[in-house]
């Protein structure tokens, strides 16, 4: 329970979402019940991409720049080490986003599922679970922040 006894924690074990819990509380001599709903996020959860081919941009190339420091020997190795060592293709950057309902097992006979906000509702948890997020082919595509996925070369792969 929170300092200002406004939340309960859960652990994340749960293995599923219920409507009217109830949770005794003791303090001292103090005891009370509190009917709840523990919600849980709906499974498998939705990743949406706002463009699922990224291709190559024609004619745009970016320096390849290295983080060795070689010794310099002359003032034209400062310029191109300030250039970079070359260029690289540049391909097109989409967004990522995850999505997800929330449910809850209703109390009594024939359960069915309530809906947080209602059944046509999603939430975007992606800043919740980007940690957690990745690239199966990293030298195809690569997450930034966990949101934004850049192409890197030609081929095929998937976020997990």
Not at 14 to 28: A, I, L, S
Not at 58 to 79: C, F, Y
Not at 122 to 130: A, K, S, Y
Request: charged content about 25%; some cysteine; proline content about 4%.
């Amino acid at each position: 329970v929170s300092d200002r006894c406004d939340y309960v924690f859960v652990n994340g074990k749960e293995m599923k979402g219920k409507v009217n819990v109830v949770v005794n509380f003791t303090y001292q001599h103090l005891n009370s019940p509190l009917e709840m709903t523990v919600w849980v996020p709906r499974l498998p959860l939705q990743i949406e991409v706002s463009d699922a081919e990224l291709n190559q941009i024609k004619g745009w190339r970016v320096p390849i720049i290295t983080n060795k420091r070689p010794a310099r020997d002359s003032e034209e190795e400062e310029d191109d080490e300030r250039r970079g060592r070359g260029c690289t293709l540049q391909y097109q950057h989409a967004m990522v986003r995850v999505l997800t309902q929330f449910v809850a097992e209703a109390a009594g006979p024939g359960a069915h599922l309530a809906h947080l906000l209602g059944s046509d509702w999603q939430v975007d948890i992606t800043e919740l679970i980007n940690d957690f997020m990745q690239v199966e082919e990293p030298r195809i595509a690569k997450l930034q922040g966990g949101q934004i996925l850049i192409g890197q070369e030609l081929g095929m792969t998937t976020i997990q």
